[in-house]
């Protein structure tokens, strides 16, 4: 009696875990129809934005559905806008998952995130909208359909009464159904605290599982609530999450949660500022990339010069000289040649001046894990550049990465900076293929920009022990300058001038020694990336290498980086 009310009810639970953006029925006989689902109920502040498309093709002929999608912040600050279309066989259900790309949080006011759906193609149209509003210093949270059941009320209220965070929201967070996560760590990229019970964790794909420990060796943070003896080691989670972290709480066999304690643990965490208000704060003023690139004062005199010479030859020379009294028509001649000469002149002096492309500065903060079969490396890049004129503003980023612009000091040549009316843009992205293609204001002529960038490789390099005492081998295709490591002793070593597959030999070094250096590598970075930094560097059995010819990630290819500066920091791998 009771088991098809239960059933029902299990469905309906699940079916809550997502959000229905779209569901177009072409065909009510055969039940042809496109479904959209947004895998979590609330877009995050920045990253990208996980949906699902379901393609019911029941009909004899073929189809092709496209949607297309805007994402905005803001009072209209900034804008970003994707496309994706999708093939309908006929007689055939296909189901595919993408990945939205959202805007950059907002820079001064205007916490609400909007991202906008219209369904396009031969199988209907339709439209709809689905929004997130953010306090401007709270993070991005998510919690698994299990806890935020009965808990959601409870944390949306604590936040509205407690004032923790500064504006906008009255909620505490998202949900996501564990069976149901995208496998792709971009997906979690835009948020920083991820919520779930042991039993979750458990239920999550291994696909699914693999993108969040990427997305927490990146920074994220993971919250595992239990009610057994449940530990890291028996719920198959690294004690080492390299930049993130990975917390294990008691739960009551209710569920419930305490609603400070929970608000405690998402924002007093052992890391550094959500990331909406770093991106926000870190680069605004006093950023040491900007700063080391130095500032360029902007040349009015010459300019000036030029138009007043324009000014005499368009007025009286070419009144007197050139069209006399009684020639007055050589005005429709002379007056045309003068200016487009003019123009060419100026041109030419800023193209003199400025030059083609441009050049900037990067620094790398990378996390290399050789270890459980990973083979891969976390890579955090901010970049600074100030450009010349640039023949085009498309570019592609291979792999795929979450690719920020951040608000700059004001200066003459700043075009995305903290001040009212100067921070708007359009900065739209387009996943294909593994690959995003950019186009838009993310690099613009004779401008300044900063930009920050996250990504995950695969790669084999490593530091590898031999077989002698204090010897060991580099696999990185690229040499490292120097070389520093802390043994399990907490001894630390340091080592210069390596090459990639010949052996070295580490001295002991003094932490008196070791401290200053590393300090000194620290303040490269913004507070953010530093704060990742410090919490890396100083584990056992790990070390920090420093090289400037390790290759970053690329953007705009008409950018000529003066220097790259990169921090690998990862396990002594034994092989």
């Keep these: 009696m009771y088991r098809p009310f239960l059933l029902l009810l299990g469905l309906a639970s699940l079916a809550a875990a997502q959000e229905t953006l779209i569901r177009q029925t072409f065909d009510p006989k055969t039940d ?7 895998l979590f109920n609330r877009p995050s502040p920045g990253g990208f934005f996980p949906v699902r498309v379901k393609i019911a093709n029941q009909l004899a002929g073929a189809h092709s559905v496209r949607l297309e999608f805007g994402a905005g912040v803001g009072y209209g600050q900034t804008s970003t806008s994707s496309e994706f279309t999708f093939a309908a066989p006929a007689g055939r259900t296909v189901t595919h998952d993408i990945l939205v790309p959202l805007g950059p949080p907002p820079v001064n006011y205007g916490t609400r995130i909007r991202v906008s759906t219209q369904l396009r193609g031969s199988l209907g149209s339709a439209e709809n909208e689905i929004d997130a509003e953010y306090g401007t210093d709270q993070p991005a949270v998510l919690l698994s359909e299990a806890l935020f ?24 967070g998202g949900k996501f159904d564990p069976k149901q996560l995208p496998d792709n760590w971009l997906a979690f990229s835009g948020y920083d605290s991820l919520l779930m019970l042991d039993s979750d964790w458990t239920n999550v794909p291994p696909g699914a ?5 990427s997305w927490v060796r990146l920074g994220g943070q993971l919250v595992v609530y239990t009610s057994t003896s449940a530990d890291a080691k028996s719920l198959g989670l690294p004690e080492d999450a390299s930049f993130g972290q990975i917390d294990i709480r008691p ?8 609603p400070a304690d929970a608000i405690q643990q998402v924002t007093a965490r052992n890391g550094p500022d959500p990331r909406q208000l770093s991106l926000r704060q870190d680069f605004s003023s006093s950023w040491p ?13 010459i300019f000036i010069i030029v138009l007043i010479l324009f000014g005499v030859l368009v007025g009286p ?13 050589k005005l429709f001649i002379t007056t045309p040649l003068i200016s487009l000469g003019a123009s060419i002149l100026l041109i030419a002096l800023i193209i003199l001046q400025d030059g083609f492309g441009g050049t900037g500065i990067r620094r790398v903060l990378m996390e290399v894990r050789p270890d459980a079969s990973q083979n891969a490396a976390f890579i955090h890049q901010e970049q600074f550049s100030r450009t010349g004129v640039l023949t085009g503003s498309r570019f592609t980023i291979d792999p795929a990465a979450a690719l920020t612009p951040v608000p700059i000091d004001s200066s003459r040549w700043a075009r995305y900076t903290t001040s009212h009316g100067e921070n708007r843009g359009t900065f739209d ?3 294909a293929d593994g690959k995003l293609l950019a186009s838009g204001d993310w690099f613009q002529s004779r401008s300044e920009h900063g930009h920050t960038l996250t990504s995950v490789i695969p790669t084999r390099g490593r530091i590898e022990r031999t077989a002698e005492s ?15 490591y802390l043994d399990e002793s907490n001894q630390w070593h340091r080592a210069d001038d390596i090459t990639s597959g010949k052996p070295f030999v580490t001295t002991p070094l003094d932490l008196t020694m070791a401290k200053p250096a590393l300090d000194q590598q620290a303040l490269g970075f913004t507070k953010r990336h530093r704060t990742f930094f410090n919490k890396a560097r100083n584990r056992p059995g790990h070390f920090v290498a420093i090289t400037t010819h390790a290759p970053a990630i690329e953007t705009n290819p008409g950018i000529r980086w003066n220097e790259t500066r990169t921090l690998i920091t990862g396990p002594l791998h034994n092989p």
């Design 32 to 38: 042809t129809h496109v479904e959209v689902l947004a």
């Design 429 to 431: 992205l387009q996943p």
């Design 289 to 301: 990339l900007q700063d080391l690139f130095g500032r360029r004062d902007f040349r009015y005199g």
């Design 209 to 213: 599982r693999n993108a969040i420990l």
């Design 251 to 258: 739960i009551p066999a209710t569920l419930a949660l305490d």
């Design 149 to 172: 059941t009965p808990n959601a009320s409870a944390l949306d209220a604590a936040v509205a009464t407690s004032g923790r965070y500064s504006s906008g929201s009255q909620d505490f």
């Design 317 to 329: 020379v070419n009144l007197f000289v050139f069209a006399k009294s009684g020639k007055r028509h």
């Design 470 to 484: 204090n010897t060991y081998l580099s696999t990185f295709e690229f040499p490292i300058e120097t070389l520093f």
